[in-house]
């Protein structure tokens, strides 16, 4: 209680400090929790997935389909540079920075399942066991895109869930249908979870 001048009692302001401490600290999270989040480009996905019907397209030709394995790897390379070159573009939102933190978590999350797969490949390779390729490569970079949700968002997660999915059905189709499943993997979920991404992140800039 206070006295005023006139002599009257009145209830002191009390200010809520728990709230706003609650508040503060709920903006240093919020604020810590942009500082590693990626926000990955619709466009990174388009790209990469333009990449996968082509070579799905290509691979599928009588007259290249003994070569299959050479045009995938040279898709997958194309396609790892173009989606690089447009996640760490100034214009991207959230863009990455060589050097930056957020590079190095993404790299940490990314890169181990991607490595697997290459050494799986060189093992399938040199056994002679190239139909289990198409499966290790969807499974693996399935297992890549949900480690990397982690500095991301959580739908990359869920492209890395059908990327699994598929990666699993794909050990069991017959091998005529193996260059398919990569197409629709590398190609097609690429394309529709570019859409989707595309969608989310302009109704967060809206």
């Known amino acids: 209680m206070v006295r005023s001048r006139n002599g009257d009692m009145h209830t002191a302001r009390t200010v809520p400090l728990d709230s706003h401490a609650a508040a503060t600290l709920q903006y240093i999270r919020t604020s810590m929790e942009a500082a590693v989040s990626i926000a990955v480009p619709g466009t990174a996905g388009l790209v990469m997935g333009a990449v996968g ?44 920075t060589l050097r930056g933190t957020r590079a190095r ?4 999350c990314l890169l181990p399942a991607l490595f697997a797969g290459a050494v799986l490949t060189l093992v399938h390779w040199r056994s002679g066991n190239l139909q289990a390729i198409p499966g290790t490569w969807l499974l693996l970079y399935g297992c890549a895109l949900i480690a990397a949700s982690v500095t991301t968002t959580p739908i990359v997660a869920s492209m890395g869930a059908c990327f699994v999915g598929l ?14 499943a990569l197409g629709v993997g590398f190609g097609g979920l690429h394309l529709l979870f570019a859409l989707l991404i595309g969608r989310v992140n302009h109704g967060t800039e809206g």
């Open 53 to 96: 019907v082509s070579a799905a397209v290509l691979s599928s030709l009588p007259g290249l389909h003994p070569y299959w394995l050479l045009i995938w790897l040279a898709a997958a390379a194309i396609a790892i540079v173009a989606g690089a070159v447009l996640l760490v573009r100034p214009a991207s939102p959230g863009g990455l």
């Open 167 to 180: 990666g699993v059905v794909t050990f069991v189709l017959p091998p005529s249908l193996e260059i398919a």
């Open 105 to 108: 978590k993404f790299a940490l």
